[in-house]
């Protein structure tokens, strides 16, 4: 079976799919780049205006400065939980992908404890049924990051006064993989929507309580390691989340990602193995800017962090001018880096079609 992935060549993988799947690609990246645009600027610019406001308060109007400190307090900590995401993600898509024995019932059972909290309160009852016959191999980070996703979106978008509701969990392992489904009986997800909540920065209700990144990292997990993740959902009625993983303890199933592909170069024309080369550097150019993004705001939110965090006590007690110009600094600095990041990821998403545009076409090449 393996030598025939190597000699023989795959009817999908012709130039006409390749290139149309190299503008996905490239659509990704407009996507991305247009997400972050707003997603990363959106704290950012609130932080401006709130330090505005401020500013403007008059020095008796205790209540009103309060608001603002209190406002300003929560996007720093947006922004921080974005970047600490971020960061995450790249951690786990970054890792060697280490193949862990899963045991489904001690990670179920940890993760109900994580939430135990907000089980309670919202009334709940999370019934797990597991049939697993076989071992199951996977990268175990990796596939704890993807449950608590689900787990918390089904938490967080129960009907409110619908009580008491259950959340189940069906998992079926084998030798070739796993079936994990999350049934809740919810808001539900408009059928238009069904899509776009795996979207970077999309929140599709006034219920989401994060930044809209939870669904999206969920996805890319999966996707890198091998597997899918779909849903459906009706308005009202609750969503069921699918999942589907290989099992890493069987040569049967490998890792459907762009890597694998490389393996098939040998009887790739020129323009095929270009357009593979550009479809690795798409994914590497929105890794790159996740790794930049972490790693250079990392510092300037800390000191942000620092300088509000002596207000949690007195919300109304005013700001010294000394951290005012701190807090200033720092915003500029941000969004400076910031501006820099997008130019780059745009530049390189230029020189990624220029490349493409010059690379030959598939009938001069005999």
């Keep these: 079976m393996e030598s025939r992935i190597h000699t023989q060549p795959l009817p999908e993988l012709t130039n006409q799919a390749l290139q149309k799947e190299l503008s996905k690609s490239k659509d990704l990246i407009d996507n991305f780049i247009y997400s972050c645009s707003h997603g990363l600027r959106s704290p950012i610019k609130s932080m401006e205006g709130l330090m505005m406001l401020i500013k403007q308060c008059a020095a008796d109007n205790y209540s009103e400065r309060a608001l603002y400190t209190r406002l300003l307090i929560n996007s720093i900590s947006k922004a921080r939980s974005i970047r600490e995401q971020l960061e995450d993600f790249s951690r786990i898509t970054l890792d060697c992908h280490p193949t862990d024995l899963i045991q489904f019932r001690v990670l179920l059972k940890s993760l109900t404890k994580e939430f135990e909290k907000q089980i309670d309160q919202y009334n709940l009852h999370v019934k797990v049924h597991i049939l697993q016959k076989e071992n199951f191999y996977c990268y175990a980070r990796g596939l704890r990051s993807i449950l608590t996703q689900l787990l918390s979106n089904a938490l967080v978008f129960q009907r409110n006064g619908q009580t008491p509701e259950v959340i189940s969990v069906f998992i079926t392992a084998s030798k070739y993989g796993c079936n994990v489904q999350v049934h809740d009986h919810g808001i539900g997800i408009s059928p238009a929507l069904t899509e776009k909540i795996f979207t970077l920065f999309f929140r599709g209700s006034e219920k989401s309580q994060g930044a809209g990144m939870g ?152």
């Excluded at 669904?215 to 069921?240: F, H």
């Excluded at 040998?266 to 590497?284: G, K, P, R, Y």
């Excluded at 600095?333 to 076409?361: F, G, H, V, Y």
Aim: net charge negative; proline share 3%.
């Design 215 to 366: 669904l999206y990292i969920a996805r890319e997990v999966t996707l890198k390691m091998g597997g899918t993740l779909s849903v459906q959902s009706s308005e009202q009625e609750g969503s069921v989340f699918s999942l589907w993983l290989p099992n890493q303890a069987t040569k049967r199933v490998r890792p459907i990602h762009f890597n694998i592909l490389h393996d098939r170069y040998s009887f790739m024309t020129q323009t095929e193995q270009t357009i593979m080369t550009d479809l690795d550097t798409a994914q590497t150019i929105i890794q790159k800017f996740i790794i930049q993004y972490t790693a250079i705001m990392k510092l300037p939110l800390q000191k942000l962090s620092s300088i509000v965090e002596s207000k949690n006590t007195d919300l109304s007690k005013p700001f010294r001018q000394k951290e005012m110009d701190d807090i200033e600094e720092n915003l500029f600095i941000i969004e400076t880096l910031l501006d820099q990041l997008m130019a780059d990821i745009e530049a390189a998403k230029k020189n990624l079609t220029s490349q493409t545009m010059e690379t030959p076409r598939a009938d001069s090449i005999h």
